[in-house]
């Protein structure tokens, strides 16, 4: 049925790249708002970035803006994180997730986890230092 899977997880340099994606299967993938979270042990699990609905709008986290891009292929059914500049803070499992939005009438970026319907299982990013 839904799957999200993530993918492009690893070890990393500090200040190197890594880029994150997540297939998504069983669902329409346009009509679904997608965003990236991650957790750390020890840490509750926090929003990284998101789009709105159709893709209106992009919202990041202050600690990740500057450095991460998302983006979506929507003929791929693939969600991207382009993750730059590593940092040791950055370490944590990241984790895609889809929002059901045809009947969201704003253009809010939304970035709590409990705003989201589906998860994929996550990928380990490591950075080293």
């Known amino acids: 049925q839904v799957q999200l899977v993530e993918s492009g997880g690893g070890v990393v340099p500090a200040g190197g790249s890594r880029r994150l994606s997540c297939e998504v299967s069983g669902i329409t993938f346009r009509v679904y708002i997608m965003g990236w979270f991650r957790q750390a042990p020890g840490k509750e699990r926090e929003f990284v970035a998101a789009?709105?609905?159709?893709?209106?709008?992009?919202g990041y986290a202050d600690s990740v803006k500057g450095r991460f891009v998302i983006s979506r292929d929507n003929a791929k059914n693939t969600l991207y994180l382009q993750m730059n500049g590593l940092k040791p803070e950055d370490t944590a499992v990241y984790y895609c997730?889809?929002?059901?939005?045809?009947?969201?009438?704003?253009?809010?970026?939304?970035?709590?986890?409990?705003?989201?319907?589906?998860w994929g299982q996550g990928t380990q990013v490591t950075v080293s230092s």
């Open positions: 997730a889809a929002r059901y939005s045809i009947r969201d009438h704003s253009s809010r970026v939304y970035i709590k986890g409990d705003e989201y319907s589906y």
């Open positions: 789009f709105s609905r159709n893709e209106t709008n992009q």
